[in-house]
């Protein structure tokens, strides 16, 4: 939700449009919300002070994929947006700022400042100066203006409007580009020109303006060969991809620069042609083409000290090399042990290939060799989003979301890296079908029930390979002066790239040392990674050596960080787990990583390769006692549970006071909302693998998993987690059947039961629900009782029994009050109201909604507040009052859509859809129902999807359109009666009519 400022508002604004959206009154900057809001916000800006229609801001914001009632989402971003941008405003006070005005809505800018208006002022500026002849002033003013830039304008904002107004705007700040680098030339600033355009002409490869600037910057440097090999390369690129000659401008140039060479540079510019300032006003949805999507290059950076392995490189570069007749993608496996060097192999071979695959390189390390391998559905989810698919549009089925990534890589060229693969079932729906892909695996199995077109078995490196990197690495005058011990080290090594690497780096760190005592520590030091042969024991002395290597701080650091489960550790979590300040912890880790004990695959993050993982873990049991064990991973569960506190309390406030939770101080001190939402996408996998390492390991306190996943849910609170946070309750109450914990094993019944009642799973959930119920009786734990309870007494109303559904509800409603938890108390209060509606009671069910309502409004729950709108609309709906339904309904809708909970919206759609056709509006009501539907594919939700179906057959069925409605009504009752839900009777009912 967004913070209203403490600031007073006659602190300046201060908006930006070319990066990401943002707003700062004064230094502080401001919380605006959910992406889809900001696009309001980019929407309004590009036009201030004048004013932006309802419908304008639809189209700009949605397009064609509005929701039926999106004038009321419009209304709730706009109303959000006054109390951001006007804190001190009365609750229906004239705005001032964000005005209503006719049917629109009209940004007065005022003495705010907008980054783009400051551009376009400091850019004329610049282009004045040129005019006049004045080209060392104006090139600075250009300076100025680019300098505004902060990446790519209106980024990460969502909508139609958007992506047009970012085209219009990226063609722009080149332009201006094109500009200054044509005044540095002049100015006879060859250098730095030269280096501007070598990035701007690989970006924009086939831009002649740039091509031509580089070829005259080269040329008057003195490197009149590289200007005319960038033609070479400009024709290659325009005759290969357009199928067209360069320009006459290309070509002329081309020309002088083959018969002479260019004339001197010239100390003083003649003045520069004049140009005309744009005079185009800023206006958003301009007709101008779309911008190519970035090509995603995912690659790890190439090994640059690369050795050996000619043959293999040269097969598998020959393999994944392009060719008209093929028909599937090419496949090449790389097998082998683990250190083995599979993975530079398969990187240093795709960086080969990679000017073949234009259209972008995916990578991923699929964990295959530990025990959280990457989930294929999560994998798919991250490749799609490369490609700018967006996560709401994801089907949440694992071949359904296969099914999209292959459409989404059939045209394109790409090249698919898939690093440690555990087997053919975790990779084979991450195999794109296009010929015109290809495909890397590397694993330490061979994987023979898959076809390959190259296939390889990884073995150590030859040894004249092995000698070459380890001399290369340590230097070849000191290797020089040691032969025999430089081979004893090679063969000690095993061979092995990883341990060849560790062991040289120890030298290289200990320049005082000879290669003879590291053959001869080597040598005693073999037998202690009794578990990882490999048919000799020489990967094990390598590991000992490089960790003798390490002081006292770093060892203690290996060895505990290694200890959590998950991909990696982030420097916080790092430092929570050494239990020193980050400050003293990231020069520990940092050495970590010089010296190969652990990788750092991205800027403040550390993970282990699954040898050393296993090494390091196996050294803490031998050195650490298990109090300081289990002392580590307790601090790193503090930081997390603080942090994901922090996090959440940002999100929205969960259904028990703060007081309930018990959360020591500590963690990330996150400032925004942005920040929260940011912690939670980064540490969302090491969170889940820390609250199944707390309830599988019994030396560590389960309970801590309670308050972290019901903070985590807070993020998750979109419907689409629900399956996987059941699997954790489950792990949840193996553990409290162990422990005897009646808290934890009330929460994961819980949990498990909850996921049961999203599936329509009734009698499951029953089941869970009442032992939770009853281990929260036993542990005196009201609020585990009430919301316990609150969740049975929905399961009972699903299923009939309104009775005993109204009774669960007021012992919860009775529990929740005389424990003064305002939040269970509201939820209960809306669940009431719609049970309430069964028995024919309208006037007790509103008046319990509209207690809710005023609950969560007065907590500003606007989760609690939706779902309580949503029982509203049931409630009417319950007495026939269909078209009275939608108010509270496309309210509930706005707010869902506001917090992106798309398991509100979809629910809320359905429910519209009957409206809307009880209201005459047969179009809208399909068109809900249909979204809805597909809602309900995308996150698993059954009984939405079915209901969904059942209404778009009623739609249809208006509409004229009887066969295709008789289809969704015959499909829509068969999924009902699979899920044995009451609605299933209904829509039999209403067949036998037809």
Request: proline share 6%; net charge negative; charged share 25%.
């Amino acid at each position: 939700m967004p913070v209203p400022s403490t600031s007073t508002t006659s602190e300046p604004l201060r908006f930006t449009l070319l990066g990401p959206v943002r707003v700062w009154r004064g230094e502080r900057e401001l919380t605006l919300g959910p992406p889809q809001r900001k696009a309001v916000l980019a929407t309004l800006l590009l036009r201030a002070d004048q004013v932006v229609t309802a419908s304008e801001l639809v189209d700009a914001v949605w397009g064609d994929s509005a929701p039926a009632s999106v004038h009321g989402v419009v209304q709730t971003h706009v109303s959000m947006l006054r109390s951001v941008l006007e804190p001190e405003r009365p609750r229906r006070g004239q705005a001032s700022v964000l005005m209503s005005v006719g049917n629109g809505y009209s940004l007065a800018v005022g003495s705010a400042t907008v980054d783009l208006r400051e551009f376009e002022k400091t850019l004329e500026r610049a282009r004045q100066l040129r005019e006049e002849g004045n080209a060392r002033d104006s090139v600075d003013w250009y300076a100025r203006a680019l300098a505004m830039w902060q990446g790519e304008p209106l980024s990460a904002i969502p909508g139609p409007g958007a992506v047009i107004e970012r085209a219009r705007l990226n063609e722009i700040v080149l332009g201006v580009q094109e500009e200054r680098l044509e005044l540095m030339v002049a100015l006879g600033r060859h250098t730095a020109a030269v280096t501007e355009l070598s990035a701007l002409t690989g970006a924009h490869p086939v831009r002649e303006r740039l091509r031509a600037l580089h070829m005259k910057a080269l040329s008057r440097s003195g490197r009149r060969a590289d200007a005319l090999a960038v033609y070479t390369d400009t024709r290659r690129v325009m005759v290969d991809e357009l199928g067209i000659e360069p320009g006459s401008e290309l070509r002329d140039l081309h020309r002088r620069l083959l018969a002479v060479d260019e004339p001197p540079v010239q100390q003083q510019p003649a003045a520069p042609p004049p140009v005309q300032p744009s005079r185009r006003p800023v206006v958003p949805f301009m007709d101008e083409p779309l911008p190519a999507l970035i090509a995603p290059a995912q690659l790890p950076a190439d090994v640059a000290d690369f050795t050996g392995r000619t043959a293999l490189v040269k097969k598998l570069t020959a393999m994944l090399t392009p060719r008209t007749h093929r028909t599937a993608p090419p496949r090449a496996l790389v097998a082998g042990i683990g250190g083995v060097g599979k993975t530079a192999l398969a990187v240093h071979a795709a960086h080969q290939v990679r000017q073949d695959y234009p259209d972008g390189q995916l990578y991923v390390d699929l964990r295959g060799a530990g025990p959280d391998a990457a989930d294929p559905l999560n994998v798919l989810s991250a490749f799609l989003r490369a490609f700018g698919v967006s996560p709401n549009s994801t089907p949440a089925d694992l071949d359904e979301r296969a099914a999209m990534y292959r459409s989404v890589l059939a045209t394109r060229r790409v090249l698919v890296v898939l690093d440690d693969a555990a087997d053919a079932a975790q990779i084979q729906h991450l195999l794109p079908g296009s010929a015109t892909c290809g495909v890397l695996v590397t694993s330490r199995r061979r994987l023979p029930e898959m076809q390959w077109d190259e296939q390889a078995e990884l073995e150590g490196m030859s040894r004249d390979e092995a000698l070459t990197l380890f001399s290369r690495t340590i230097g070849a005058e000191r290797a020089g002066k040691e032969p025999d011990a430089v081979a004893e080290v090679v063969d000690a090594c095993g061979r092995l790239p990883l341990a060849l690497r560790i062991t040289a780096a120890k030298l290289v760190d200990r320049p005082q040392w000879t290669v003879r005592s590291m053959a001869d520590k080597l040598a005693r030091e073999r037998g202690r990674l009794s578990e990882l042969r490999v048919g000799s024991l020489e990967v094990e002395a390598t590991f000992h050596l490089g960790y003798g290597q390490l002081d006292a701080t770093s060892a203690r650091a290996f060895r505990l960080m290694s200890l959590a489960d998950g991909p990696g550790l982030s420097l916080p979590a790092a430092a929570a787990v050494v239990g020193e300040p980050e400050r003293e912890a990231e020069p520990v880790a940092e050495r970590l990583v010089d010296l190969n004990m652990v990788a750092s695959p991205a800027p403040d993050h550390y993970a282990y390769h699954d040898l050393l993982r296993l090494f390091a873990r196996q050294r803490a049991a031998q050195t650490d006692s298990k109090q300081d064990r289990i002392d580590a991973m307790v601090r790193l569960g503090d930081h997390y549970l603080g942090t994901a506190a922090t996090a959440g309390w940002l999100i929205q406030a969960p259904a028990q006071p703060r007081e309930k939770f018990s959360v020591k101080p500590g963690g990330v001190k996150l400032p925004d909302l942005k920040s929260a939402f940011a912690w939670f996408e980064d540490e969302q996998p090491a969170l889940l693998a820390s609250a199944r390492q707390f309830l599988t390991d019994p030396d560590l306190p389960s309970e801590y998993v309670v308050d972290l996943i019901t903070f985590l849910e807070l993020y998750l609170a979109n419907g689409t987690h629900f399956g996987e946070i059941g699997q954790i309750g489950e792990l949840a109450v193996r553990d409290a059947e162990r422990t005897g914990d009646l808290r934890v094993e009330a929460w994961g019944r819980r949990k498990v039961g909850e996921a049961h009642l999203r599936r329509f799973q009734l009698p499951e959930a029953e089941n869970q629900l009442t032992r939770s119920i009853a281990a929260a009786e036993k542990a005196g734990d009201p609020g585990a009782l009430a919301t316990a309870m609150d969740l049975l007494g929905s399961a009972e109303f699903r299923m009939g029994r309104v009775e005993q559904s109204l009774a669960h509800l007021e012992r919860a409603l009775a529990i929740a009050h005389d424990a003064g938890d305002l939040v269970r108390e509201a939820y209960v209060l809306g669940t009431i109201g719609r049970t309430q509606s069964e028995r024919g009671e309208f006037e007790l069910a509103m008046g319990a909604c509209e207690q809710s309502r005023g609950l969560h409004e007065q907590l500003g729950n606007e989760t609690g507040l939706a779902r309580t709108l949503f029982m509203m609309g049931l409630v009417y709906q319950r007495f026939r009052r269909l078209v009275e339904s939608i108010d509270p309904l496309e309210e509930s809708l706005a707010v869902c859509l506001g917090i992106e909970q798309t398991f509100g919206e979809g629910h809320n759609l359905v429910m519209l859809s009957r409206g809307y056709l009880a209201d005459g509006r047969a179009e809208q009501a399909a068109a809900a129902a249909s979204r809805a539907k597909e809602l309900g594919e995308a996150i698993g939700d059954a009984h939405m999807h079915a209901m969904a179906v059942a209404e778009l057959g009623k739609a249809l069925h208006a509409l004229g359109k009887h066969e295709a409605g008789d289809e969704h009504l015959h499909s829509a009752q068969a999924l009902l009666t699979q899920l044995n839900s009451p609605q299933a009777a209904a829509v039999t009912a209403l067949l036998n009519r037809k």
